[in-house]
């Protein structure tokens, strides 16, 4: 009888051929090998084919053949239902396949075959986590391993599980477990680093990244994970090479894009980091903390309405991401759209109200909305939340001092020498000999130290006079040049000093040198301060303001200024700054933008109006001084003929009025006793005016206060101070 196909004995030496061309990789030529042998319909001598059956599939899955991957598995599983390869074959295609309720159904009726498979349990567990049920996964993974302790995998997931579920212990437990079986599973070594961070453990974090990377050095999630980790330990030019070897790896890993824009903002290399942010968007375009990191990065590059943009697509993917919320509504309190930044802040605190600093941007908001009690509560939450929030102790701290609170706010704003992102943090270590902090004067040297602007300086000066009255046998200041003439001969003060010679003053070596080889060094200091911290230690209040110093002009130079300011002619002279030194935090609110905005001052019949702008604004002074006799108001420009202060006091000395901005030169009109008039911002004025007062319990007798409401532009306190004069000079 002539043999049909399904009937033609195997052929060994073929089946031997295909199994060198799997063992090869060649899985379409030996696929295609073991075809010939077993046909494609299922055969009557199945059940004894099942192991050729069986290598046929893994060939067919190695070609991509899946469809007749899973025809021959079936067969075998159809034809000999014990066959357990079978089963486990068609099961770890599906599953890798995503075919999530398929798999599972296998893998359990593998277990049906074989109850003790540990592999099946394992990867029935990875199933059921896909699938959402983490509690069954978690009892699968457990089950593999009572049939088989060591068993790696069900370890690593297990640890997955419980890390997902906030069991970092045993989370740990489950890695370290998986490691002592396979001390180079990179995964683990990965996953343990990401558990021990999340609790703090850096060091250890940082050796389990080590310990990833040497198991498998292109491991790019493992790079991506410890360039965050060295970011976050400012270890950036490592973090950087850590995100670039991860994206060099896997050019379109969107995680490690986002990272390193991150590492090189923190860099201040904002557009290399605004184009990492645009390309993990390219290939992600939902990805919201590029969305957030990109808006972050076109802030600091002042591009505020491409940041907005930025964030506001973050909130269409993430509406209740308070990050972004909070980043927004502080740049939109900055840009002065105050209403709307307040609604920003709020809705951030409803979707997470333990962000101290979303506390604190609303704190600045609604300080500038003028509810001061809203503003201290909000202060105070933040700092409730980070007890350690420098600048939000100071914004409390000048926020009291404005409302008159005196004892609390000083005492606050001693807190600034914590800050270490302050000038005043360097002074401790600068400076050798003790800060002092109220005890007893009698006889002792004390040292007055700079650290804040020149019209501080000018302010609280009068205090030297105070700390003599105290027994204080010598009061130095050391100061920049520009005050050292000025404050020279002013009552309570010894000694006027640079920085470098009072701060060698202030060393033990000083001392040294000066008893033992009778050094003609001056001795050493016993205290230091600085003179904004004597409110504190002298209790000033509101209503004990010392008076201010009394400077008095030098006759020469009074004298040589006069012959300049005679070519004004007869009438009131009135001495112009309206603009302040460019980089304060707060110039571009405190100043006039330009000489133009004073106009209607020129309405005021015989005024004479004197510039002693320096530096911004003088190209406008000068313009109009050489404007010729038929510009509308003649002008004065000596601000380039200015040397220092003392020259600025021998002008102002001699003028019936100093209308300016709130700069030092108020501070020294006010200490000559000339009137001055000064016109304060309508946003992030300085606390020493205070809050909604027209005079200054600091200058009671010669400073009036013009205030810019929020919503107001310069115009109208202009048209004040213009009204004013009128009704002083037009008598």
């Not at 950036?236 to 990272?259: G, H, Q, S, T």
């Not at 000395?653 to 016109?679: E, F, K, N, R, Y």
């Not at 200054?696 to 409401?709: A, E, G, I, K, M």
């Amino acid at each position: 009888m002539t043999s049909t196909p399904a009937d033609a004995p195997l052929h060994p030496d073929r089946q031997q051929e295909a199994s060198a061309l799997s063992a090869q990789g060649r899985y379409a030529e030996a696929f295609d090998v073991l075809a010939a042998l077993v046909g494609t319909h299922a055969r009557a001598d199945d059940a004894d084919l099942a192991e050729t059956l069986h290598l046929a599939a893994l060939c067919a899955l190695g070609a991509g053949k899946t469809d007749a991957a899973h025809a021959l598995w079936q067969r075998c599983i159809d034809a000999k239902p014990a066959f357990v390869d079978a089963w486990h074959g068609l099961a770890a295609m599906l599953t890798a396949l995503g075919q999530w309720p398929a798999a599972e159904t296998l893998w359990r009726r593998l277990l049906a075959v074989a109850p003790a498979h540990a592999d099946a349990h394992s990867n029935l567990g990875i199933v059921l986590h896909r699938l959402g049920r983490a509690q069954e996964a978690e009892l699968a993974y457990r089950m593999a391993l009572a049939q088989q302790p060591g068993h790696v995998d069900a370890h690593y997931n297990l640890g997955i599980v419980l890390q997902e579920a906030g069991r970092g212990d045993e989370a740990e437990a489950a890695y370290r477990a998986a490691l002592a079986a396979n001390p180079h599973h990179a995964r683990a070594h990965n996953n343990l680093g990401t558990l021990l961070r999340a609790r703090g453990r850096l060091d250890e974090a940082e050796e389990a990244w080590r310990q990833a990377l040497l198991a498998e050095p292109q491991y790019p999630e493992a790079l991506n994970n410890y360039g965050a980790l060295l970011k976050s330990l400012g270890r950036l030019m490592e973090a950087e090479l850590a995100c670039r070897l991860a994206i060099k790896i896997r050019p379109d890993y969107v995680e490690a894009l986002n990272n390193l824009g991150c590492v090189l903002t923190e860099l201040k290399r904002q557009p290399e980091a605004e184009l990492l942010y645009r390309q993990a968007l390219a290939l992600r375009p939902g990805h919201v903390e590029a969305h957030y990191n990109l808006g972050v990065a076109l802030q600091q590059l002042e591009r505020y309405p491409e940041a907005e943009t930025a964030w506001r697509t973050a909130l269409r993917l993430a509406p209740a991401h308070a990050q972004t919320l909070n980043n927004l509504g502080g740049m939109l309190g900055m840009l002065g759209r105050l209403p709307e930044a307040r609604a920003m802040l709020e809705q951030a605190l409803e979707c997470d109200a333990h962000i101290a600093q979303t506390h604190f941007n609303l704190g600045g908001v609604l300080k500038e909305l003028g509810a001061l009690d809203e503003a201290e509560a909000a202060y105070r939450r933040a700092i409730a939340l980070a007890p350690d929030y420098g600048d939000a102790l100071f914004r409390l701290a000048t926020l009291l001092i404005t409302m008159g609170r005196y004892e609390e706010g000083w005492r606050l704003y001693e807190r600034r020498y914590e800050n270490a992102g302050f000038v005043h943090f360097a002074s401790r270590e600068m400076l050798g000999c003790a800060q002092w902090q109220g005890e007893p004067l009698a006889g002792k040297s004390l040292l007055l130290w700079q650290e804040d602007g020149l019209g501080d300086m000018l302010q609280f000066a009068r205090y030297a006079r105070l700390l003599k009255d105290l027994g204080a046998a010598h009061v130095a200041f050391g100061c920049v040049d520009a005050l050292h003439r000025v404050l020279a001969g002013v009552e309570g003060i010894d000694a006027v000093l640079s920085h470098a010679e009072a701060a060698a003053r202030t060393t033990q070596l000083n001392s040294q040198l000066n008893s033992q080889f009778n050094s003609p060094v001056d001795p050493r200091f016993d205290y230091w301060a600085s003179p904004l911290s004597l409110p504190l230690h002298l209790a000033t209040t509101v209503d004990t303001t010392p008076p201010p110093i009394r400077i008095d002009p030098d006759p020469a130079l009074v004298h040589k200024w006069a012959a300049r300011l005679e070519t004004l002619g007869a009438g009131p002279r009135i001495g112009l700054v309206w603009k302040g030194n460019p980089k304060h935090h707060n110039d571009p609110h405190r100043s006039i933008p330009s000489l133009a905005a004073l106009a209607p001052l020129w309405s005021v019949p015989g005024l004479k109006f004197v510039s002693l702008q320096k530096g911004a604004g003088e190209d406008e002074a000068n313009a109009a001084q050489h404007a010729g006799a038929g510009a509308r108001q003649p002008i004065l420009h000596l601000g380039a003929e200015i040397a220092d202060f003392v020259d600025t006091a021998a002008i102002v000395a001699q003028l019936d009025l100093l209308i300016c901005v709130d700069t030092s030169t108020a501070h020294l009109a006010a200490s000559l006793g000339t009137p001055c008039w000064v016109m304060l911002p309508g946003r992030d004025v300085d606390w020493r005016w205070l809050h909604a007062r027209e005079d200054s319990p600091w200058y009671p007798q010669t400073v009036r206060l013009f205030r810019q409401s929020a919503d107001e532009t310069w115009s109208a306190p202009i048209e004040r101070v213009r009204q004013a004069c009128v009704e002083r000079f037009s008598r």
